[in-house]
């Protein structure tokens, strides 16, 4: 079965600390993804990976970078965190190209910043 | 630009069938895709249509009309399990979600 894990399931940070959430998968997926969920706005992307070292911004990057050192790991940074990133986050990891229409998502991880 | 609509809300009958209309507009698009998302868990893979059509697994169908850019998810003899949100998603480099629609299911 593929497995995607999140360093945290919880978390809760103070506004203006450095924040790291951690994505790891075990398929050797080549693309990896970074989304935020809050009610009634659905999943958005933040930002997402092709491969080892390559990243794109999604639709929201304000506020987040990423890093994609390990093919398997795909990090979420907050530089300096904000109470309007209380969210859900999300990870996911697929194939590229047309085989990989499934995405495989990681549990979450609820982030509370005070 | 890129987005997709659906209803923010649906409500059926336990044993009925319903129906979840998304609605898109994309550039550079492969398929459609449905997710699923029970409260408190992470989204899951449900169907692809890459072609125009209907496609079957089990009790849930999916359609796709690009001509329309239109596509439905069916899902039939509705079990109280199936309580969920539901998610269509255009796939592309990137898979873009809609809002989502969330399934009430009535005994």
């Known amino acids: 079965d593929v497995k995607v894990t999140q360093s945290s399931r919880y978390l809760v940070k103070r506004t203006g600390e450095k924040v790291f959430l951690e994505c790891v998968q075990d398929m050797d997926h080549e693309n990896m993804f970074w989304y935020r969920q809050d009610p009634g706005l659905g999943l958005r992307l933040i930002y997402f990976s092709y491969d080892v070292k390559m990243k794109e911004k999604g639709d929201i990057p304000e506020g987040y970078s990423v890093s994609r050192e390990k093919k398997e790991r795909f990090s979420l940074i907050l530089e300096s965190a904000s109470t309007n990133q209380t969210s859900m986050y999300l990870c996911?990891?697929?194939?590229?190209?047309?085989?990989?229409?499934?995405?495989?998502f990681g549990p979450g991880t609820r982030l509370t910043v005070t | 630009g890129q987005s997709l609509e659906q209803p923010s809300e649906v409500t059926a009958v336990e044993g009925a069938i319903v129906q979840i209309n998304c609605t898109y507009q994309?550039?550079?698009?492969?398929?459609l895709s449905w997710y699923q998302q029970h409260d408190g868990g992470a989204p899951t893979f449900l169907s692809y249509?890459?072609?125009?059509g209907l496609e079957e697994t089990g009790r849930f169908s999916s359609f796709l009309s690009r001509s329309d850019s239109y596509g439905y998810l069916l899902l039939q003899e509705l079990q109280m399990k199936d309580s969920a949100s539901y998610f269509c998603a255009a796939t592309r480099d990137k898979i873009i979600f809609g809002k989502g629609t969330r399934l009430h299911i009535l005994p």
């Open positions: 249509n890459a072609l125009d």
């Open positions: 996911a990891s697929r194939t590229p190209g047309l085989a990989g229409n499934e995405q495989y």
């Open positions: 994309t550039s550079g698009f492969y398929g």
